[in-house]
């Protein structure tokens, strides 16, 4: 257990980053499309829809499986109500942009008996006990430059917000440490890992959660980013890592891969 301590990670406490999800967020997803246009609204009830599958059921191996693709299809037979949010509110339509080419957010949500049904077609059941939540430990490194991602630091702003949406994906309630209780606890970047916390149960008490541990290291020669996770689960250690992809897919490979265990679906690929 004590081997997590080789993760060259700085400990922080926590500040919330996604708040406790409503019951109906379960059943509710998010894309971008073009305009309002019945033929990006369509592809886009699709994505959402596989969204939904995955977190209402914890189990992110739908994603891929073809006996899936044939319910994407019939997505909007289970849609219960949608609306858009122009991503360029507030901005004049230039020239050469119609207004109903402008980039939209477009919020759906699925009808919970439906999901429920197509679910138990696929073999899966919905994901029903208390989901708790995860304190996320993470450090970062991008060249020389090395800090922890803090739930109220200036440094990694966008990830953090990366984070919080691939956790609303996944339906996952999610807190990351703050500063403050950074220096509370006497830890600071320079602190070696000798002097960490050494297991699971130590950063649990000082987060209030389930402790996930992270590394996120930039990758200059293949322009990506490195992930690599660690989460102890009803006495098991669980891994698994990514390479080469931008932090929004390091961040979805966290969230699902946690996902995954505690729905009991098995472990993440690793």
């Known amino acids: ?51 939904v599958l995955v977190k209402v059921s ?21 849609v219960s109500a949608y609306h858009y949010r122009d991503r360029l509110e507030g901005l004049p339509v230039n020239d050469e942009q119609g207004s109903r080419d402008r980039p ?26 208390p989901r708790p939540t995860i304190v996320m430990f993470l450090s970062v490194r991008n060249d020389n430059l090395t800090y922890v991602l803090s739930g109220d630091g200036t ?28 220096k509370e606890l006497g830890l600071v970047p ?4 000798a002097a960490m916390p050494g297991d699971f149960d130590a950063l649990a008490a000082s987060g209030g959660g389930l402790p996930l541990l992270g590394r996120l290291v930039w990758r ?3 322009l990506g980013w490195a992930a690599e996770w660690r989460l102890s689960w009803r006495g098991r250690i669980y891994q698994w890592k990514i390479r080469d992809v931008n932090f929004d897919d ?4 966290a969230m699902r891969g946690a996902a995954q265990i ?9």
């Open 190 to 193: 320079e602190t070696p890992p």
């Open 155 to 182: 440094r990694g702003i966008d990830q953090r917000e990366s984070l919080a949406a691939a956790a609303w994906q996944m339906g996952m309630p999610l807190v990351l440490p703050s500063e403050a209780r950074l």
């Open 262 to 270: 505690l729905s009991g679906h098995g472990p993440p690929p690793p």
């Open 104 to 129: 939209h957010d477009l919020t759906v949500d699925f009808d919970p008996g439906s999901v429920d049904t197509v679910l138990r077609k696929l073999g899966r059941e919905p994901w029903t006990a």
């Open 1 to 51: 257990m004590r081997r997590i301590i080789s993760f060259w990670l700085v400990f922080v406490v926590v500040f919330t980053v996604v708040p406790t999800l409503a019951a109906n967020d379960i059943y509710r997803a998010r894309t971008i499309v073009t305009g309002q246009r019945e033929e990006t609204r369509l592809p886009g009830f699709s994505i959402c829809l596989m969204d």
């Open 58 to 78: 914890g189990d992110p191996r739908l994603i891929g499986d073809p006996r899936t693709q044939a319910e994407l299809e019939r997505a909007q037979d289970f």
């Open 250 to 253: 390091a961040f979805r490979s």
């Open 220 to 222: 200059k020669g293949t």
